[in-house]
């Protein structure tokens, strides 16, 4: 009996010896993990569509309009958060990575360290389609993590989470990789970790370490039914995080590359219809009339193998082998065509950017940070806004300063799109017209919002 019990005891002590121990890890990079608040503002349901009276003269014609339609639904703002996420420093400097959709349409973000000081976040830029955000604290000093490679993780292998599930900051969570490579519906750029790790609402953004306290994912989105945790989390790789966010870094936008293909998958019937020994590739279905992939002369019918040198072992990999490669890139694929495989040159061509983007690239080539005279910070609106608004012209009211256009009731968000008997075409042009106006005169701006148009009167003055 002595012996049965030495040998069980030998066993349980070997056992819990084997079992990792995360103390060190948490104790060394905790600090790197932030707590972010994104507050947004807001109104009620009513005053959202019918905003507060603006301050427009009692002489004014329009005085009796506005107090009619607006004064009995007009409510005060007011500010509330609107999500609450985690973050992790990558530079001394106060560059911290997060989830997109953490900060994504903030008027405000909060950044709370673990050592409790907190900061206002701006938003360099973010992605939608990986669901990246690069955000920057004025700080210096800061610990920031050590970025780990994705691709030498093995399923199977320890991990560990930190972030503010539920809001519950700094709180450590463990599993195993369960898969890699994961292709999730509509995420066609992300090749997701698979982890059993304890994933809930507030660890959105928080880092994925391995054992050596390197970063090797960001915690991005969980499987589940319920809203909590039931097993199933993906984090996106860091190689494609950092990769994004160097581009966010540099100009405030992403740009992917494109050829103009439909592609499936292919299934063992298919491979052996078209005379292939395995299912590797990617089944072009359709071709864009015009585009990089038809001007270079692939097919309808080509299954494409090799993209840029890098083997596309399966259709999914295709989107994100492309996405990767730079517009104008000059490339070689491989197809199998007719039963043997033929080299064809492409020039890579851009996927359209989305909205975010383009508001981004506006803020680099074309926006200041300087409001104009009435104190109002312009943005030119795209092709698709305008079809969306059914309009030919006009500018995005982007913030509204303190000043005369506040004062008579412009809003961040209205569409200007007349000045005086001139339609607005551009944001300079609109402040050449404005610098033409002599101080004591009126001018009148016409203005949509929502289903309203109409026009806006003011007078002008020195806006200190």
Do not use: C
Not at 29 to 49: K, L, W
Not at 58 to 79: C, I, Q, T, V
Not at 263 to 289: C, N, P, Y
Request: glycine share 8%.
């Amino acid at each position: 009996m002595l012996v049965l019990l030495l040998v069980f005891s030998s066993t349980v002590s070997a056992q819990i010896n084997e079992l990792p121990d995360f103390t060190g890890l948490v104790d060394k990079y905790g600090a790197t993990v932030v707590n972010i608040s994104a507050i947004q503002s807001q109104q009620d349901a009513v005053a959202q569509f019918f905003p507060e009276l603006p301050n427009i003269p009692k002489d004014s014609p329009f005085y009796e309009f506005f107090r009619r339609h607006m004064e009995p639904f007009s409510a005060p703002r007011r500010s509330e958060p609107r999500s609450m996420g985690s973050g992790f420093i990558i530079s001394s400097d106060g560059y911290i990575l997060t989830n997109a959709h953490v900060v994504e349409s903030a008027d405000e973000i909060t950044v709370k360290l673990n050592d409790k000081r907190e900061f206002v976040g701006e938003v360099i830029g973010t992605d939608k389609k990986t669901d990246i955000a690069l955000i920057k604290i004025e700080a210096e000093d800061l610990p920031k993590v050590n970025q780990g490679d994705p691709d030498e993780l093995r399923v199977g292998e320890w991990v560990v989470a930190i972030g503010s599930p539920f809001g519950f900051e700094n709180s450590v969570t463990a599993g195993i990789v369960s898969a890699k490579g994961r292709s999730l519906a509509q995420e066609n750029y992300v090749p997701f970790i698979q982890t059993d790790v304890a994933i809930n609402p507030g660890n959105s953004g928080g880092p994925l370490f391995n054992m050596s306290g390197e970063v090797v994912g960001i915690n991005s989105q969980i499987y589940s039914r319920t809203g909590g945790f039931m097993g199933l989390s993906f984090a996106i790789p860091i190689n494609v995080a950092t990769d994004i966010a160097s581009q966010l870094k540099i100009s405030g936008i992403v740009r992917r590359g494109r050829i103009g293909v439909m592609i499936q998958e292919v299934t063992k019937e298919l491979a052996d219809s078209f005379g292939l020994s395995d299912t590797r590739g990617a089944l072009v279905v359709s071709v864009e009339k015009n585009g990089p992939a038809d001007t270079a002369g692939i097919k309808a019918r080509d299954i494409i193998l090799n993209f840029n040198d890098q083997e596309v072992e399966a259709s999914a990999d295709l989107p994100r082998i492309v996405g990767n490669t730079a517009p104008d890139s000059k490339i070689t694929v491989k197809v199998w065509r007719d039963g043997s495989v033929k080299n064809i040159q492409l020039t890579v061509g851009e996927i359209p950017r989305e909205e975010s983007d383009r508001n981004a690239q506006r803020k680099q080539d074309k926006k200041t940070d300087e409001s104009n005279r009435l104190g109002l910070v312009l943005g030119e609106l795209t092709s698709q806004q305008k079809k969306q608004l059914d309009i030919e012209n006009g500018l995005l009211v982007e913030h509204v300063q303190p000043g005369i256009a506040s004062q008579s009731g412009i809003r961040k968000g209205d569409i200007i799109l007349g000045f005086n008997s001139k339609d607005v075409k551009s944001a300079e042009q609109f402040n050449q017209l404005l610098d033409q106006v002599k101080e004591g005169r009126n001018i009148a701006l016409l203005i949509k919002r929502d289903d309203l148009t109409t026009f806006i009167t003011m007078k002008l003055k020195d806006n200190d």
